[in-house]
């Protein structure tokens, strides 16, 4: 599994990192951390000088995305229990590390070789940048910090998670808590049967969580007839042979209100995207969940 974590030197984002770290122990993951700069932002003042090789870990922990970077690489390390013993560096690696406004020059950096971490940097628009990484990677599965903007909880431009999920081809995951071990999932689903690829993610993050799995399914009407699909019952009776314990749950009521109820409960809530034939749109109860700081994989 090839996974992207945003980070951006906040909570949330060292949040999202820690659980790839915890992804990353039970299966050949690959991931990469990504900072990008804001374009024409002035974030620093100190002046250091232009250098192309052999940046010094004195020169680059003054550089605020590379410590970024660096406190994300350390907490993946500690979060997939890599052994430090006998471990050595690895080799030179380019990074873009900003030397002056808005000038960005490929610079040298020196990593551990086994880690399966690696540092990216990007300039520009960041929601807009990190759709162009996801296509230039070719992602599985893209982790970002919840991010909430006062009095303008909905902004495509200033919520970069909304913007991502909204256009982003691969699953998306919001965090916004931590996710600790042996925390309920709860996997949402409506008259779309959710994608195999997102299924075994699920599985997957259940497996390293040791988390038991609720499947909800939420109606306006209560309606005793109701039966999941035949690929949902067979992706239960699938999990549970995997020694999953796995609760089929059927509810009535509001469904946004019926999710944002529950969510608070489960270290994961997943969702489809839930609207048709509406390009760069979210539904109703995947947009509520998303913005409420509780943590989502959106399905693709």
Known sequence: MKTLVCIDGQENALKAVRLAGKFACTTSSEASFLFVQRHRTHTRTEKIPPQTMGISVDLWRQVPEMKYLLEAEGIFKEAREWDKKGAELGELHSAF??????????????????????????????????????????????MLGAHRIPGCPWSEIEHGPLYVAQR?????????????????????????????????LVKIIATRMKSDIEVLA????????????????????????????????????????????????????????????????????????????????IAR
Not at 97 to 118: I, M, P
Not at 169 to 196: N, R, S, T, Y
């Open 97 to 142: 590390v900003r030397v002056g406004d808005g000038v960005f020059e490929v610079g040298k950096v020196q990593l551990g070789s086994d880690t399966g971490a690696h540092l990216r940097s990007r300039l520009g628009v960041p929601q807009e940048e990190i759709l162009l990484e996801l296509e230039d990677g070719q992602y599985d599965l893209v």
């Open 168 to 200: 982003a081809q691969c699953p998306v995951m919001v965090i916004g808590k931590e996710f600790a071990e042996g925390q309920l999932v709860l996997v949402c689903v409506g008259e779309k049967d959710p994608a195999e690829s997102t299924l075994e």
């Open 218 to 297: 939420v109606h306006r009407r209560a309606d005793s007839s109701f039966q999941f699909s035949p690929k949902v019952s067979s992706m239960i009776d699938t999990w549970s042979v995997s020694s999953l314990k796995v609760t089929p749950k059927v509810v009535a009521g509001d469904p946004v209100t019926v999710v944002l109820e529950m969510a608070p409960n489960y270290g994961l809530t997943v969702c489809s995207p839930g609207v048709k034939h509406k390009k760069d749109r979210l539904g109703k109860v995947t947009k509520s969940v998303l913005c409420s700081h509780f943590n989502l994989l």
